[in-house]
């Protein structure tokens, strides 16, 4: 199992010149499972004194779950609050990250990892996905749809890909929750919603429908989209009872908040994921460690359980040795019956853009299946 953390630290834990990173710690306070990977959003000026703020963040959440977490910053090339990825290398092998100060780099590739899930088989063959961290633009839904042109055509490819982050948009669909815009001012109208002709506003939902999907009140299914899914939909396919929360806490905006931090798995990684583990955590108190909530699910691969540590707050079991077990072999997870009711057609394979093609390599050192992926130099 991979548990997967997702989650918009405000600032980067920075106030009024200070900054405090102990918020982070807080919003895992309920999680119980160290996670695997954790995907963050406004790592603002992390790079600072030699990235000591990722550093410290990755101690101090190793401290929390005992585990040795490792801290990747990414790129954003429009300001200093770019995302930033932690794993944990006892279960994960990095195998690509891009630099962010590689000015060589695809804006298509950037902030992609791959990973290879140790004693999943030697290192020419083990399983592999692909994560994507992103932080879409909050201020006009044109540059939030170019964004999602990015990250489309990894829809479709045969590696399994998870991609996390605030959207700052929420998608169609009457099930997910929705914003009162007349509560709302002109300028938070202006950048996450749009007006119709009658003078009412809706939310602008076509970043995310490009990749999940456009919401068919008809067949209450998606249509189209570029071969995403949304880990929220697959819960609540898995368990219908279970309403969709918000992402953003309440109070923070007027109206109401709406789902915009999103897991989204392609179609390669959807027989992977666990629908019953997608959590949107409520922090239990206010101050709110962020005005995002913290989201995770889990990821099952065919893969030996993580060897028990010993925590120094007895929150995990304990003693036992470090070593994981010996190497299984890397046969592809079967498909839970809960995440096949619904299930729309398979989209069209998405066209492969610059860059992709060196992404994800045509070997077995990443992945089995790539044969139709194109090269591109």
């Not at 570029?226 to 929220?232: E, P, R």
């Not at 070593?323 to 619904?342: I, K, M, W």
Request: aromatic letters at 6%.
């Amino acid at each position: 199992m991979i548990p997967v953390a997702l989650f918009n630290f405000e600032a980067g834990g920075l106030r009024h010149g200070q900054r405090n990173l102990r918020p982070l710690v807080d919003a895992f306070h309920d999680v119980q499972a160290p996670p695997a990977l954790i995907l963050l959003c406004e790592a603002k000026t992390w790079h600072e004194d030699g990235q000591r703020p990722l550093h410290h963040a990755a101690e101090l959440l190793a401290d929390r779950f005992d585990r040795p977490y490792v801290g990747m910053l990414g790129h954003d090339p429009h300001s200093p609050m770019p995302p930033a990825i932690l794993y944990d290398p006892t279960l994960l092998t990095l195998r690509s990250w891009p630099a962010p100060a590689d000015p060589h780099v695809f804006a298509d590739k950037r902030n992609i990892a791959v990973f290879a899930i140790r004693g999943t088989g030697e290192p020419g063959n083990r399983t592999t996905f692909a994560a994507a961290v992103t932080h879409w633009d909050p201020h006009c839904g044109i540059r939030r749809r170019q964004q999602a042109a990015l990250l489309d055509r990894y829809g479709t490819t045969d590696m399994p890909v998870i991609v996390g982050g605030d959207l700052n948009s929420t998608a169609s669909g009457p099930h997910l929750p929705q914003r009162d815009w007349t509560a709302a001012g002109h300028r938070a109208r202006a950048q996450k919603a749009r007006r119709h002709p009658d003078g009412t506003w809706t939310a602008d939902t076509d970043a995310v429908d490009h990749l999940i999907g456009r919401w068919n009140p008809e067949t209450h299914h998606r249509t189209d989209g570029c071969g995403f899914h949304a880990l929220a939909e697959l819960a609540r396919t898995a368990n219908p009872h279970t309403p969709l929360l918000p992402t953003v806490n309440n109070g923070i905006d007027a109206g109401g908040g709406l789902l915009i931090d999103w897991l989204l798995a392609n179609t390669a990684m959807r027989p992977h994921v666990d629908p019953g583990s997608y959590r949107v955590h409520v922090p239990a108190q206010q101050p709110y460690p962020s005005d995002h909530r913290l989201v995770t699910a889990t990821l099952v691969f065919d893969t030996p359980a993580p060897a028990p540590r010993h925590h120094p707050h007895a929150r995990l079991p304990s003693s036992g040795s470090n070593r994981l077990p010996g190497p299984a072999r890397a046969v592809p997870a079967a498909e839970p019956a809960s995440a096949r009711v619904g299930r729309r057609g398979a989209p069209h394979a998405q066209p492969v853009a610059s860059g992709v093609g060196e992404m994800f390599p045509q070997n077995d050192t990443y992945h089995p299946h790539l044969s139709h992926l194109e090269e591109y130099g």
